[in-house]
């Protein structure tokens, strides 16, 4: 019996790999899986910058992607300028149609895709009806607001899209596998949140004072918020409750500029009330490094970032939840789910500020989202993949 070739044998000894990124928060999580593809010798690398990354909303944050040393195969300008939901869906048809003519001129091995915006789905569509095998990473996530959020859906649409499955917990591969996935397609292989801050490493303050300013030398909070697909009419509501309830503190405070979400228009109005304070501090887009260092040294983060449960759990950052986005996904002690009252986030920012016993009670250098190791298996992994007839031959196991 002739033994079945490998997608690495078959392609010769290099994977042709393309990764679609769309907005910075997602990058960064692609980021050391990428910087191992493209340091292996077994992959020829290139990068599809689209979306946000083109856009001023994030400072052109597709630069980065050519500071760090990967080809970019392509620049998809597909990003409307629109605070609406119909906007949304004629950027994404925008990108489909872009990616029919890349995928067609670069004729990939694979298309590796993140996470649960339109992006990976778009990319997964037109990777399958041009026959290329997918990886999705960071599927089988869950979260339930009561009014439902998009990304939930296109999150497990993504999947049953996508021929392997670089997952970041055990439970999200269980709920992988009850999608009817066969089981040698799905790996846990932890967050690359994880390994972009073990990457980072420490930071000379002065670096950071460059970007920020002197405020980095005085106790911070970091504030993150986006709307949420089935309440975009309550943001503006609920960021000036964090807002004003960050103020009360009397912290410095660092805001980071929304996702390009339906009604980000309306939360960067807000912010232009704000960033006249002396002690409010808004920026569009940090340099991973000077990100990093932020994080590591806040005293709390507040919003409704995923983040919130990834990176700010390993570095035993406290993390107060507003509101329903995040609500029911995987989450460490230290963060804290509230309902978006003064009432409630004013005591949970308490908590996570000045309650001594509950400080001890969060741990460094441990994750429910991974130990820092997810590049390094995942590369492996990718390594090993059969043949792509057997990749695209997908059978649902019920």
């Known amino acids: 019996m002739v033994e079945e070739k490998t997608l690495l044998e078959s392609c010769g000894g290099t994977i042709k790999a393309l ?74 048809g925008i990108l489909l149609q872009s990616l029919a003519q890349t995928f067609r001129r670069e004729k990939p091995d694979l298309v590796l895709i993140i996470g649960d915006r ?49 997952t970041m917990t055990e439970e999200h591969s269980r709920r992988v596998l009850k999608l009817g996935e066969e089981s040698w397609r799905v790996f846990t292989v932890g967050s690359g949140g994880i390994d972009w801050i073990r990457m980072a490493g420490d930071l000379d303050l002065r670096e950071v004072e460059e970007v920020l300013g002197v405020a980095v030398n005085n106790d911070y909070m970091i504030v993150l918020y986006n709307a949420l ?15 004003e309830v960050a103020a009360e503190t009397g912290l410095e405070v660092f805001v980071g500029a929304p996702n390009s979400d339906p009604g980000f228009h309306d939360i960067i109005t807000l912010f232009k009330r704000y960033e006249s304070l002396p002690k409010f501090h808004v920026y569009n ?16 983060i507040l919003g409704n970032s995923s983040l919130a449960m990834h990176e700010a759990e390993f570095i035993g950052l406290p ?3 507003v509101g329903q986005r995040q609500w029911g996904r ?8 509230v309902h978006a009252d003064f009432e409630s986030v004013m005591g949970a920012v308490n908590k996570a500020l ?23 298996r995942s590369l492996e992994i990718l390594k090993s993949l059969p043949s792509k007839e057997k990749l695209l031959a997908k059978r649902i196991t019920y």
Request: glycine content about 6%; hydrophobic content about 35%; charged content about 25%.
């Open 330 to 337: 995987l989450a460490g002690n230290q963060v804290q789910f």
């Open 354 to 376: 000045h309650d001594k016993e509950y400080k001890k009670s969060i741990t460094r250098g441990k994750s429910i989202y991974g130990d820092g190791t997810m590049a390094k």
């Open 19 to 92: 990764a679609l990124s769309g907005i910075r928060s997602e990058y960064d999580l692609f980021y050391p899986l990428l910087k191992a593809l493209n340091e292996d010798a077994c992959f020829d690398l290139g990068v599809i910058a689209e979306s946000a990354h083109l856009s001023p909303l994030h400072n052109y944050s597709f630069n980065q992607m050519k500071k760090d040393g990967f080809r970019i195969a392509e620049e998809i300008e597909n990003l409307l300028y629109s605070n609406t939901e119909s906007g949304k869906v004629k950027s994404a």
């Open 118 to 166: 339109e992006d990976p789905i778009i990319g997964a569509l037109a990777a399958n009806y041009m026959n290329i095998p997918t990886v999705h990473i960071a599927g089988g996530d869950n979260t339930f607001p009561k009014g439902g959020d998009v990304d939930e859906q296109v999150r497990h649409a993504t999947t049953k899209l996508s021929h392997v499955h670089l």
């Open 229 to 243: 697909s089935s309440e975009i009419d309550k943001a503006v509501d609920e960021l000036s409750l964090c807002l």
């Open 319 to 321: 993390a107060v939840n």
């Open 285 to 300: 887009y940090l340099p991973r490094r000077i990100f990093t260092r932020l994080l590591s040294h806040a005293k709390c």
